[in-house]
C-alpha cells in the first residue's frame, strides 16, 4: 500500500530587499533517521482527508494554524519516492505566514528549523523533487506577481 503523506510548503516574505529576494521557506530538520529537512508534513491518519492532514501536521511540527497562514489558491505539487522498498505519495500545498515575525514551535520530531531563501533551501532539501517543488513556487510567485 502506498505510504501518503501531506503538509505545506511555507513561506515568509520580508520587507526588505525588494521582491522576490525577499521571499523566504520554511525548513524542519528531523531529529531522527538522516537528520533531512523538509516542509512541514506528515502521515495520512485513517479516514482523515488530505488537507485536514497539512493543517494537523503543520499545527504539530511547526506550531502553526490558520491564523497564522494564509493558503495560496491554485498550488498544489505531488511528490513520489520510495521509503524502505515502499512507494509513498506526497502532497503540499502552499501557504504564505501571515506576520513574518511569528515564531515556530518545533515538536519533538524536529531539532532545527530554518527560515531561507531558494538557494539554500535547496542545499538543505537535497532531493532532487522537493528542490524542483521549491523552484516551481519561487517561479509560481514571481508569476503571480507579475500578473497586474
Ligand atoms: N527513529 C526513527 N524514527 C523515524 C524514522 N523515520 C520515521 N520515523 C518516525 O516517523 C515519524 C514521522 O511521522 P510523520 O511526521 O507523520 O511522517 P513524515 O513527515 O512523512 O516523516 P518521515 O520521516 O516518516 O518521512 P519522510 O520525510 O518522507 O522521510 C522518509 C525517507 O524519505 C526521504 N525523503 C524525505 N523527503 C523526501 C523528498 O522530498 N524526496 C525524496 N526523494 N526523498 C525524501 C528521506 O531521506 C527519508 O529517508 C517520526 O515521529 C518518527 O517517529 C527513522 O528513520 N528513525
Known amino acids: 500500500m ?3 503523506a501531506c503538509g505545506f510548503i511555507i513561506f515568509r516574505r520580508l ?3 525588494p521582491s522576490p529576494d525577499n521571499i523566504q521557506y520554511l525548513l524542519l530538520q528531523t531529529s531522527y533517521g538522516q537528520h533531512h529537512w523538509t516542509p512541514p508534513k506528515g502521515h495520512v491518519d485513517p479516514g482523515e482527508d488530505d488537507l485536514t492532514t497539512a493543517w494537523r501536521e503543520t499545527q504539530e511540527e511547526a506550531g502553526l494554524g490558520q491564523e497564522h497562514l494564509r ?5 498544489l505539487q505531488r511528490l513520489h519516492y520510495q521509503v524502505r522498498g515502499k512507494e509513498k505519495e506526497v502532497l503540499y500545498w502552499l ?3 501571515r506576520d513574518p515575525g511569528i515564531k ?6 524536529h531539532q532545527d528549523y530554518r527560515w531561507v ?4 533551501a535547496c542545499r538543505l532539501a537535497k532531493y532532487t523533487d522537493l528542490q524542483d517543488t521549491l523552484k516551481n513556487v519561487q ?3 514571481e ?4 500578473k497586474p
Not at 104 to 109: A, C, G, I, P
Open 104 to 109: 515556530v514551535k518545533l515538536s519533538d520530531e
Open 15 to 17: 520587507a526588505h530587499p
Open 2 to 4: 502506498t505510504l501518503r
Open 71 to 75: 493558503v495560496v489558491d491554485g498550488f
Open 95 to 97: 501557504a504564505e505566514l
Open 143 to 146: 508569476k503571480a506577481e507579475k
Open 139 to 141: 517561479r509560481f510567485l
Open 117 to 120: 531563501k531558494l538557494d539554500e
